[in-house]
């Protein structure tokens, strides 16, 4: 069973009389409790796979199934239902609310798309707070943290919802090198404990050379795949 599966995948942008096709017809499985990468130069189509998977915007061609739903014929509303229940995101900036904790920020997707009791919320909060080494720092602002706790929460928040699959738009890009690595052996350990999917969009060495699956786009096509040591073009 794949987790993620496309085929014929297309993505064309319209602007006027100019369309742009920044995915041109890819195919590719991703199984459960993966750690993928997709690497390319910018424009590529990176970004615009992942915003398809993560049910952002949908595919103008192919067919795209996540978590056995084929989501490339899912509505707005329809795709905003499915986010909430299958998918987290981490991004580069971290994207933490200001006004909220720590722990407020971790909570607030439970209280947006799922009606959790109140004390359900705090035991699963505090587990992703442990979980990330940041039980200690849950009453406090994100202006009071570094970069990298921050992005420790922007995992636990990802997680928060059990989310099958977490996508990660290039999570290391304002983080020091040693900060990366812990970030990144962080979200392996996440993944070994809770068995998520990560899917990554990524420039960062570092993220390609722990994934176990890596991708490569140029110019909306994938040109090569390389799975445990094995490349394939």
């Known amino acids: ?43 590529s189509g990176k970004s615009t796979l992942l915003n398809m998977i993560g049910c952002l915007d949908p595919p103008t061609e192919g067919v795209l199934t996540v978590a056995n739903q084929d989501v490339s014929l899912m509505n707005a509303r329809e795709s905003a239902k499915f986010r909430g229940a299958h998918i987290g995101f981490i991004f580069q900036d971290f994207n933490l609310i200001p006004v909220l904790t720590v722990f407020e920020n971790i909570e607030y997707p439970l209280l947006m798309v799922q009606n959790w009791p109140v004390q359900e ?23 009071q943290i570094s970069g990298g706790q921050k992005q420790r929460v922007a995992v636990a928040r990802a997680l928060v919802t059990r989310a099958e699959l977490v996508l990660a738009d290039e999570p290391t890009a304002n983080l020091d090198r040693e900060t990366a690595l812990h970030i990144i052996t962080l979200m392996k350990e996440m993944r070994d404990e809770f068995g998520t999917t990560f899917i990554f969009s990524t420039h960062d060495p570092k993220i390609v050379s722990n994934a176990e699956t890596v991708f490569t786009l140029e110019d909306g096509l994938l040109v090569e795949s390389k799975t445990d040591g094995g490349f394939h073009g």
Do not use: W
Not at 12 to 19: Q, V
Not at 124 to 134: D, K, W, Y
């Open 1 to 43: 069973m794949q987790l993620v599966e496309a085929k014929d995948l297309k993505k064309t942008y319209i602007a006027g009389d100019i369309s742009v096709d920044a995915v041109r017809g890819v195919n590719f499985s991703i199984p459960p409790a993966s750690f993928v990468s997709f690497i390319g130069p910018s424009g």
């Open 121 to 143: 919320r705090k035991e699963r909060v505090n587990t992703l707070l442990t979980a990330v080494g940041m039980r200690e720092q849950g009453y406090k602002y994100p202006h």
